[in-house]
């Protein structure tokens, strides 16, 4: 098994293993001594992995109650929020149980957001079942639900008590969420890990499975370096949001349908990549994309994407920042007024 501990305001590992989730009750129990366990999950993953999450939380002497919700994006709003709190009440749920987020990053952001907020906040452990879930979301303690207006608008920070990673989930991914994924994994590689870079790019979607383990530890270790470096995204921590820019503005001029998240960050990454590195770089870059089926451009003009630039909450006031990898495995934050920006990325 791989531990890797993340110091933040509370300190807490991600243990990730092959097989780990039918032992996640013991897991837990090592971790909290609440009474009940409340299993928040999407109806897709309750079908592949509820019984056995259950299961073993039932065996580690927990009393479990269980939430589903229908999967996707549209269900990461206030209306499932509340349909949560609802239940935890219904259910007698006391500060001192405990929430399970078991499932991708939608049902881990609002699982996370319900223990922040419900009864002040409790105790939350993440069982992520996405590969970008396992790299990204369910680290560093970020949760959020949608609203109208955009996504993650509102959220808190709240760092689980434990994530708990099993590799073998993976194996019943589509094609196309695990890709989604691998956009993120390179956004690692590219912002902070050479070394890692190459290796993505020496595989492919079909040879990838060898490393994958390690690949998934050495993206954490990442993410768990920059959050104990800036938890609450005040400087650093911005380096993740690589492709971010202009990745939010494609998914978002395309409603959330047309790009998943994994898809519209490669695009970023790529664009920004054309205007800031040598060719050779963008190149590598592109290439490492294409072999994980991800797209490298999107059919919009750049002039009607980056006034959707100026939404991204890493705006402030008329200035934008956004991120910079002029060499693989270096990332910069850069400032400039969203006015400069527009000519430069239109020029
Ligand atoms: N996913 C970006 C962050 O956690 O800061």
Redesign the pocket.
């Known amino acids: 098994m791989k531990k890797i501990t993340v110091h933040a305001s509370t300190e807490y590992d991600i243990l990730i293993e092959k097989g780990i989730l039918s032992t996640c009750g013991n897991i837990i129990k090592e971790k909290i001594s609440a009474q009940k366990i409340a299993v928040i999950t999407d109806d897709t993953v309750d079908r592949l992995y509820g019984k056995v999450v259950g299961k073993s939380i039932r065996e580690a002497g927990f009393d479990v109650v269980k939430f589903v919700f229908p999967h996707g994006e549209t269900s990461k709003c206030a209306d499932t929020l509340v349909n949560i709190y609802d239940f935890l009440c219904k259910n007698s749920i006391t500060r001192t149980d405990c929430l399970v987020a078991l499932g991708g990053g939608v049902v881990g952001d609002i699982t996370g957001f319900a223990a922040a907020t419900f009864l002040r906040g409790m105790n939350f452990v993440q069982i992520p079942t996405t590969l970008l879930a396992q790299v ?2 369910s680290v ?1 303690g ?1 949760t959020a639900i949608d609203l109208k207006g955009g996504k993650n608008l509102v959220g808190a920070f709240k760092q689980p008590v434990c994530v708990i990673c099993d590799t073998d989930v993976l194996k019943t991914l589509t094609p196309e969420i695990f890709s989604d994924g691998m956009g993120e994994v390179i956004k690692y590689g590219m912002i902070r890990d050479a070394k890692l870079f190459e290796l993505i790019a020496k595989n492919d979607q079909k040879t990838i499975w060898t490393d994958l383990e390690d690949i998934i530890a050495t993206c954490i270790s990442i993410k768990r370096d920059v959050v104990e470096a800036d938890e609450f ?1 005040t400087g650093e ?1 911005m380096i ?2 690589y492709g971010h820019t202009l990745g939010h503005a494609i998914e978002s001029y395309y409603h959330y349908e047309t790009y998943s998240h994994g898809s519209a960050v490669a695009v970023g990454m790529c664009m920004m990549a054309e205007k800031t590195c040598e060719p050779e770089t963008v190149k590598k870059l592109k290439s490492c994309v294409k072999a994980y089926n991800l797209p490298t451009s999107v059919p919009a003009d750049i002039k009607e994407l980056v006034p959707l630039c100026g939404k991204d909450k890493k705006r402030a006031a008329s200035q934008l920042r956004f991120i910079v990898c002029k060499t693989i495995g270096k990332a910069e934050i850069h400032t400039m007024s969203f006015d400069s920006f527009s000519i430069w990325m239109e020029s």
Do not use: I, P, V
């Open positions: 990204d979301s560093g970020k995204d921590r993740l949001n």
